[in-house]
């Protein structure tokens, strides 16, 4: 019983840490700057801004997954040079 009882409260933690609440959350936090240059916007977000978190990297192969950020991409679509919805990729 005792173990039961773990094994519920367990799988229940982990299943809370993976909500898609947390990742909003994150997003919400994020201060909205507009970036002088890819250079500077990758010493934030190593993989670039992406406008969705459905977006598909057009230009090839990247290193780094990009954040998915609206706003913070709207801010920065100057960088997005291959105009595929991901600002500064790597």
């Known amino acids: ?9 367990l799988s229940a933690g982990l ?12 997003a919400a936090k994020v201060k909205v700057v507009t970036y002088k240059n890819c250079t500077e916007l990758n010493k934030v977000y190593k ?8 977006t ?21 679509t100057k960088s997005d040079r291959d105009k595929d919805g991901i600002a500064c990729e790597r």
Request: aromatic residues 8%.
């Open 1 to 9: 019983m005792m173990k039961k009882a773990a094994s519920i409260l």
């Open 56 to 76: 598909k990297n057009k230009g090839g192969k990247t290193k780094y997954k990009p954040f998915a950020h609206k706003a913070l991409y709207d801010k920065n």
């Open 15 to 26: 299943i809370l840490s993976f909500s898609p609440v947390q990742n909003t959350e994150a």
């Open 47 to 54: 993989g670039g801004v992406a406008k969705s978190s459905t």
